[in-house]
């Protein structure tokens, strides 16, 4: 028996599915026709779907890192903080991390905001929060921002109560070794630190503070001075 099968209209999009294997150009096309509450990554060629966010798994634990980067960024002109960007990293993969923080390119960053309004190329630093989806964050996404040259790489674990911190050497990602307190502190950003402790114990106030104690000192006044030097 012959099969017979109607012609598709060019201009059709389909929707996006889990595990659709695409490139970044289509994947683009169908994401964008896709309702405005609809996450999706496309992670070396597969599309992935993320399904509900739990308040106490995700959403809360975003808010609070979310609200320790803005501030770092709020205090560090030549820095910017974002939320869920859209992330277009190669012709395979394009990734929406929770948070990331950038030098901007007028002061020497090489992540751009290119004309279809997504980020172009590797933010300084990406952090993920990963619950349901941390075997995805620490394994297929970690080793692709690697490889894209992301500088550091932050992931709060948040139904293991544990941060992971690293750093890129080019080879691999290794990771950062707390101090005697248990703050991390990042080596891209001069007076980056993260009180793991007091952000485990839902402690916004102290991370925050510890935070500002550092935005005090000397590092930090010349890695802003440094900035301001970078500018065309």
Same mark, same amino acid.
């Given at each position: 028996?012959?099969?017979?099968?109607?012609?598709?209209?060019?201009?059709q @999009?389909?929707?996006l599915e889990?595990?659709?294997?695409?490139?970044?150009?289509?994947?683009l096309?169908?994401y964008?026709?896709?309702?405005?509450?609809?996450r999706?990554?496309?992670?070396?060629?597969?599309? $992935?779907?993320?399904?509900?966010?739990?308040?106490?798994?995700?959403?809360?634990?975003?808010?609070?890192l979310a609200?320790?980067?803005?501030?770092?960024?709020?205090?560090t002109?030549?820095?910017r903080?974002?939320?869920d960007p859209?992330?277009?990293c190669?012709t395979?993969? /394009?990734?929406?991390?929770?948070? @990331?923080?950038?030098?901007t390119?007028?002061?020497?960053?090489?992540c751009? @905001?290119?004309?279809?309004?997504?980020?172009?190329?590797?933010?300084?630093? @990406?952090v993920?929060?990963?619950?349901?989806?941390?075997?995805r964050?620490?394994?297929s =996404? =970690?080793?692709?921002y690697?490889a894209?040259g992301v500088?550091e790489?932050? /992931?709060?674990?948040?139904l293991?109560?544990?941060?992971d911190? $690293?750093?890129?050497?080019?080879d691999? $990602?290794?990771?950062l070794? +707390?101090?005697?307190?248990?703050?991390?502190?990042?080596?891209? $950003?001069?007076?980056? /630190?993260?009180? /793991?402790?007091?952000?485990?114990?839902?402690?916004?106030?102290?991370v925050?503070q510890?935070?500002?104690?550092?935005?005090? =000192?000397?590092?930090?006044?010349?890695?802003v001075?440094?900035?301001?030097?970078e500018? +065309?």
């Amino acid at each position: 028996m012959t099969s017979i099968q109607m012609a598709r209209p060019a201009s059709q @999009v389909f929707p996006l599915e889990n595990g659709d294997h695409l490139d970044a150009a289509e994947f683009l096309r169908r994401y964008e026709a896709m309702p405005p509450s609809t996450r999706a990554e496309l992670v070396e060629g597969v599309v $992935f779907m993320s399904s509900a966010v739990r308040a106490d798994a995700h959403a809360d634990p975003h808010g609070q890192l979310a609200a320790w980067l803005l501030h770092y960024a709020a205090r560090t002109p030549g820095t910017r903080g974002s939320i869920d960007p859209t992330l277009r990293c190669s012709t395979r993969s /394009v990734v929406q991390p929770d948070l @990331v923080l950038r030098i901007t390119t007028d002061h020497g960053g090489t992540c751009r @905001v290119a004309e279809d309004g997504y980020l172009h190329g590797a933010p300084e630093l @990406v952090v993920e929060i990963a619950a349901s989806s941390a075997s995805r964050d620490l394994h297929s =996404k =970690k080793d692709l921002y690697q490889a894209q040259g992301v500088r550091e790489y932050l /992931v709060w674990r948040t139904l293991d109560a544990a941060v992971d911190w $690293f750093v890129n050497t080019g080879d691999t $990602f290794e990771p950062l070794a +707390p101090d005697a307190d248990g703050c991390l502190h990042s080596r891209v $950003f001069p007076s980056l /630190v993260l009180d /793991v402790p007091a952000l485990l114990g839902n402690d916004d106030e102290r991370v925050l503070q510890r935070l500002e104690q550092e935005l005090g =000192k000397t590092p930090h006044a010349e890695f802003v001075a440094r900035l301001q030097q970078e500018r +065309p």
